[in-house]
């Protein structure tokens, strides 16, 4: 019996994996650790799989399970499948860590030729899952976790100027970032970096009081900022590979993203053109317009992204962008990459480049079941 339920399970579930299940259990409504004891345990049992647990204690913990565990495997060459109960903010932890690592690392060639790289299958436990909507594995994980196949998650690297700091504990703490390569702050992600109204939106409703209300947590920030919408001063620029820098005309912008994949929420499609893990870049930037014209051009996003033909958005394809802050207040400095939000010095930059390539050299340091 055991050698039959071995044959029908995908290469990712076969025993020659370690088998590691991560719990987030404050992921958007708090329901993982329900899921796991309800439906997920049940179905490795059934399926009859050897699988350790771990379940988060804090903000941290998938962090130190990356440079504690995941990391020690992959550089001795384990196989390992990561079944990940959380949001968006799980894998992009797992991604930057393991980045930011192997960067430390540069020079160990040992450690970066042995690399094996991690299987991670999600199961969407956040409030937006944009990453899980946007690869086709949000509508079933569990369908996907037996019968997809593991496939490069592309990511995008983000440049900071020295001052930037990681706000924590519901926007009370600043924290610094500690990957560093030469003078420059780096992070990684693999959904979004964002300015202006998007990043305004996530840093208001990353609360445990607003978390409780689900994606409505999104629109309940909207019409707060709505009541006095912030015009937010500075100059972006952007490129093709290889290209020169162009310049969006103006100094005064209302909402500005960088992203590589379609949706933020299920029906909110914001970038149409972007296919799943297909590791393009591209730039949506609306201007000083009303609140009332910002709110219908996002409106139609959630019309298969019909807001990408509006005369009022520019939409591209790109390969890096950069924005050089003129607020004097902290709190239009603020950005978000992929849920986390940064805020950038006074007089301070950011800049966000696609990683193209194959394998760790490109950033692709895990493989998603979809």
């Keep these: 019996m055991g050698i039959e339920v071995t044959r029908v399970l995908p290469p990712h579930l076969q025993p020659d994996h370690e088998i590691h299940v991560i719990v987030s259990i404050l992921s958007g409504r708090q329901k993982a650790q329900e899921y796991y004891d309800e439906t ?32 020690p495997n992959a550089t001795q060459g384990v196989k390992q499948t990561l079944i990940l109960l959380s949001g968006d903010g799980g894998i992009i932890d797992i991604v930057n860590t393991l980045n930011t690592e192997l960067l430390r690392r540069k020079n160990d060639h040992q450690t970066r030729a042995g690399y094996t790289t991690p299987v991670v299958a999600l199961v969407p436990m956040g409030t937006a899952n944009a990453l899980a909507w946007s690869s086709k594995v949000a509508q079933d994980p569990l369908g996907v976790l037996l019968k997809g196949s593991p496939k490069a998650l592309p990511a995008f690297q983000v440049s900071l100027s020295q001052g930037s700091r990681l706000v924590t504990n519901e926007g009370q703490s600043r924290e610094i970032i500690t990957s560093t390569q030469g003078q420059d702050i780096v992070v990684y992600g693999a959904v979004v970096a964002s300015w202006g109204l998007h990043a305004s939106l996530v840093a208001m409703s990353d609360t445990a009081e607003y978390r409780k209300h689900g994606l409505e947590r999104f629109q309940m920030a909207a019409q707060e900022l709505a009541k006095d919408l912030h015009i937010y001063k500075g100059k972006i620029k952007w490129r093709k590979a290889g290209g020169e820098w162009v310049q969006i005309p103006g ?22 053109h972007s296919k799943p893990l297909d590791g393009s870049l591209r730039l949506l930037h609306i201007g000083p317009e009303p609140v009332s014209e910002i709110m219908r051009i996002l409106g139609l996003a959630y019309q298969a992204g019909a807001h990408a033909n509006d005369s009022k958005l520019s939409y591209r394809e790109i390969d890096s962008m950069r924005i050089e802050f003129e607020e004097d207040d902290e709190l239009w400095r603020m950005v978000c990459v992929d849920g986390k939000i940064i805020a950038i010095e006074e007089g301070g930059w950011m800049e966000v480049k696609r990683l193209s390539g194959t394998g760790i050299e490109a950033g692709k340091v895990v493989d998603l079941v979809c």
């Design 40 to 71: 997920l345990k049940p179905w490795l049992d059934d399926h009859k799989l050897q699988y350790a647990t771990h379940t988060t204690k804090s903000a941290q913990t998938i962090i130190e399970l990356t440079k504690s565990l995941i990391l």
């Design 251 to 272: 100094s005064e912008h209302a909402y500005l993203l960088s992203i590589m994949v379609s949706n933020l929420e299920e029906h909110f499609q914001i970038s149409p």
